[in-house]
């Protein structure tokens, strides 16, 4: 049985084909409409994780699909952003890090899975995925933003920030995983 947090994970999934499908649609109104679904769907990765937590709804569906809804999410915002060049020279190197990482990290405990080895989720991954989020909602706004604003200059900054702590945690998490590899 499904409960309000895994509902809130999948719905995270759905979005991702109304964002990829913003990208099609012309004007300035196709930014926002971007944003305001991935906001959305930014908004359920707290509120699943808040509900599960507050109310014990937490299971083992939660805590699997969980970060693939978070991955699938940025990977597919931050692909359409590449192909659409609203993510573009050296920003495209922080875009390919965190794509990256997310393999790693993926890799890494499958493989401790099999080890009956778990590696919990740390508070600064929670909050380089939190980055993630602002820096491509900046992004996909680009220069739909009002005048006074520069939401691309914002959000590759924040992307640039969230890629190094992409690098960082991901680093925390494969320090720790070696430790079990070699054991």
């Known amino acids: 049985m499904y409960n309000l947090a895994n509902l809130l994970t999948f719905s995270r999934i759905l979005m991702i084909p109304l964002i990829v499908g913003s990208f099609y649609l012309d004007g300035n ?3 926002w409409i971007g944003f305001v679904i991935f906001s959305l769907a930014g908004i359920t ?4 994780g808040y509900i599960a937590r507050k109310y014990n709804l937490t299971t083992a569906l939660g805590k699997f699909m969980d970060p693939i809804a978070d991955k699938l999410l940025i990977a597919a ?17 922080a875009a390919v890090i965190i794509l990256c990482r997310e393999f790693v990290v993926s890799g890494l405990r499958e493989f401790l899975a099999e080890l009956k080895v778990s590696i919990p989720v740390s508070f600064l991954a929670k909050w380089k995925t939190t980055l993630q989020i602002i820096a491509l909602g900046f992004l996909l706004v680009g220069d ?18 969230a890629a190094l702590l992409t690098l960082y945690t991901g680093y925390d998490y494969l320090k720790a995983g070696l430790r079990h590899m070699m054991e």
């Open 77 to 93: 915002a931050l692909l359409m952003m590449v192909a659409f060049h609203r993510i573009e020279g050296l920003a495209v190197i």
């Open 29 to 31: 109104k196709a930014n």
């Open 144 to 161: 739909a933003s009002p005048n006074i604003i520069d939401a691309v200059l914002i959000g590759n900054i924040c992307l640039w920030v």
């Open 45 to 48: 990765d707290f509120f699943d």
